[in-house]
């Protein structure tokens, strides 16, 4: 079993929609979690980091944790079609020299027009 | 330069030729950290170094792996007697090494073993 489980989609839908992205993962050492969005040929970006359990919301991004089901997601409101790419989920722990970041598979998202 | 840079952006190899990968990382940043991505998959982790500390070798594949970071900034992935299996883009990115602050990523090399 990975570590860190994402479906890899790919996830078709309507500009305007909303769209939910998720994640499961395995080892409750994990208490820092992150979106990276990747464009095709691109390094991945960071998007959105969470500190523990809870939400974040930065413009039309909202991350959740849910640490007690091991669960984080990433919901796109109002999505675009400039929103088309790969989005990473990626975690780490908290012990000192043990903080890199593991990633999911990733999952494609395409917004149509 | 303001970002990570990797070079070659491209590289195209023989079967069982040696290759060197370059990461110039963000100056001052103390974590480094190098990637696989293969087509369709995500990032697989490779090495992770840390300022001086022993670096993290847990994620490389093989003993034909290997990687050093000079100087605490520049650092080298060199793959000996590549397979066609080694075929992917390798991501380099750098962080401040704070917990956990945001990591940089590179464009990445793309490794074509032939």
């Known amino acids: 079993q990975k570590e860190v489980e994402q479906d890899p989609g790919p996830l078709s839908v309507p500009e305007g929609a909303i769209v939910s992205l998720n994640c499961t993962y395995s080892?409750?050492?994990?208490?820092?979690f992150m979106w990276y969005r990747q464009y095709s040929r691109k390094g991945p970006e960071l998007l959105m980091y969470t500190y523990s359990s809870g939400n974040k919301e930065d413009g039309r991004f909202t991350a959740q944790v849910d640490k007690s089901s091991k669960y984080i997601s990433l919901f796109i409101r109002d999505s675009q079609p400039s929103d088309s790419a790969t989005y990473l989920c990626?975690?780490?722990?908290?012990?000192?020299?043990?903080?890199?970041?593991?990633f999911g598979t990733g999952t494609r998202l395409q917004v149509f027009p | 330069g303001a970002g990570v840079s990797q070079s070659p952006s491209n590289k195209v190899t023989e079967k069982g030729k040696d290759v060197e990968l370059r990461c110039d990382p963000i100056?001052?940043?103390?974590?480094l950290y190098w990637y696989r991505q293969s087509l369709g998959q995500g990032l697989e982790f490779l090495i992770y170094f840390q300022g001086n500390s022993a670096p993290d070798k847990s994620g490389l594949p093989s003993d034909r792996f290997s990687a050093e970071r000079t100087g605490g900034s520049v650092s080298t992935l060199t793959i000996q007697r590549t397979q066609q299996e080694d075929s992917a883009v390798y991501l380099c990115?750098?962080?401040?090494?704070?917990?956990?602050?945001?990591?940089?990523f590179g464009q990445g090399t793309r490794l074509t073993v032939v």
């Open positions: 990626a975690m780490s722990g908290t012990t000192y020299n043990t903080d890199k970041l593991i």
């Open positions: 080892n409750s050492a994990f208490q820092y």
């Open positions: 100056s001052g940043h103390t974590a």
């Open positions: 990115a750098s962080s401040r090494g704070t917990v956990n602050t945001e990591a940089f």
